[in-house]
């Protein structure tokens, strides 16, 4: 039986439904930076942010009472599960619970870097990519009737040619180069293993045996062994932003490192076989058409269109890539104007997308106003601890770190999950 129309907008609008009253919801886990625009994109909540990292016992003081005292209260969360109080609180209490995570079109810069999200995943089971539980777009596209929808198939096939013929990606904004001043002329199979960021969550959840970096290389290496393999490793730990678990030069001889900057539809268009072990990369190769082995269960696997090393047996159905497609990017996810906190569609997200990157000092993100009596004026002298405090801070930070504390200082200390670096802050930035 076909899903509904009220079904169809249900999938696509997940705790979303307009009530007569704000709904109070307590929010977990959500950085200082990101609450803004989670005001302006969910209005019709009542937001109460939870400290990061907050102890038992202020829970317990706090936060419980002021939960307890709400009728008709939710739970909103970052990450794929809920602190432990939280949790045992949710249980007892039948309150409900959503899971938030970027969506698949995320930002117009190479890395997320304290951008508001272009789109965001809502999840009332589990995020999209803890592959232990069933989530909804799992029962969504276990579920939908995809070929009876004949204007979504279409909408689909549209999508994915908007995507491929751009070159749009979660992440955007890279470098523009092609593939043959990275890789060089093609002389046989290529094959591209893209490496992860190896305690990530999408690769903690999404994939239950222990595999890194250098096992999916050794994997491919055995397996394509007349190829020529390419292992392209995450632009997060190229840039010193995520820690890498593994060290590339022990696999060294076993492939070719690209360490280049090179945007992803360059780097997969003349590929003939992807390895991954849950990137979304390896969803961005089967749009294109490029056969892909998965190591862990990314969303995408388990349908009949990859090569699993990871079994599902919850899934199980054969789906196409336009319907796999049309679940994954038109029905799950939600889309936001970063500007207005309006919701938005997947096409107007692309199009704002490729007018962002013709226009590259738009990219940047936000500066600080600058004025003669603020905090980093002529009169607030601290400016002029941009230079020495930068230098520490890439010393012990990253790249992006560097970026964001010279965008506006201030903001980049307020974000801070780490108390005492908080409080140093607010010594170097008392005002603000």
């Not at 999209?128 to 579920?143: A, I, N």
């Not at 930068?390 to 201030?410: H, L």
Request: charged share 25%; glycine share 6%; aromatic share 10%.
């Amino acid at each position: 039986m076909a899903v509904t129309r009220r079904q169809r907008e249900d999938f696509a609008t997940i705790s979303s439904a307009p009530t007569p009253e704000p709904v109070t919801t307590f929010a977990v886990q959500i950085v200082e930076w990101k609450r803004e625009p989670f005001e302006r994109y969910f209005p019709n909540r009542r937001f109460h942010f939870l400290p990061m990292n907050v102890g038992v016992r202020e829970f317990e003081r706090v936060w419980r009472p002021r939960i307890l005292a709400e009728k008709d209260a939710e739970f909103l969360a970052w990450g794929p599960e809920l602190p432990g109080p939280l949790e045992a609180l949710a249980r007892a209490r039948n309150i409900p619970v959503t899971f938030i995570e970027d969506g698949f079109l995320r930002s117009t810069r190479p890395s997320a870097s304290r951008t508001p999200p272009l789109s965001l995943a809502l999840d009332g089971r589990a995020l999209y990519f803890d592959c232990r539980h069933p989530s909804d777009l799992e029962v969504l596209l276990k579920t939908y009737d995809f070929e009876a929808d004949a204007a979504l198939m279409e909408r689909a096939r549209a999508g994915i040619a908007l995507l491929t013929e751009s070159g749009i990606s979660k992440y955007n904004g890279a470098r523009r180069r092609a593939a043959e001043e990275v890789y060089g002329e093609k002389t046989r199979k290529r094959v591209l293993v893209v490496g992860q960021v190896e305690d990530d969550a999408s690769v903690r959840y999404g994939c239950l045996a222990r595999m890194s970096n250098n096992d999916l290389v050794r994997l491919a290496n055995s397996e394509q062994a007349d190829a020529q393999i390419f292992y392209k490793p995450h632009p997060d730990v190229l840039s010193r932003v995520r820690p890498a678990r593994s060290d590339p030069a022990e696999v060294a001889h076993l492939c070719e490192l690209v360490t280049d900057s090179l945007p992803l539809a360059e780097a997969l268009r003349t590929v003939d076989h992807v390895y991954t072990i849950t990137s979304l990369a390896g969803f961005e190769a089967l749009i294109r058409g490029i056969p892909v082995t998965t190591a862990g269960c990314p969303f995408y696997a388990g349908w009949g269109l990859t090569d699993d090393r990871q079994t599902n047996p919850r899934r199980g159905r054969q789906l196409s890539i336009e319907a796999l497609f049309a679940g994954a990017y038109l029905l799950y996810p939600r889309y936001f104007d970063p500007e207005t906190g309006a919701q938005t569609s997947f096409e107007a997200t692309v199009t704002a997308i490729r007018r962002q990157l013709d226009e590259p000092q738009s990219l940047g993100p936000p500066r600080p106003q600058w004025r003669a009596w603020g905090p980093y004026g002529l009169l607030g002298w601290r400016h002029l601890l941009t230079a020495f405090v930068t230098a520490a801070i890439r010393k012990i930070g990253s790249d992006r770190d560097v970026e964001d504390f010279r965008a506006d200082p201030i903001r980049f200390f307020r974000s801070l999950s780490d108390r005492k670096y908080r409080i140093i802050g607010r010594i170097l930035y008392p005002f603000g």
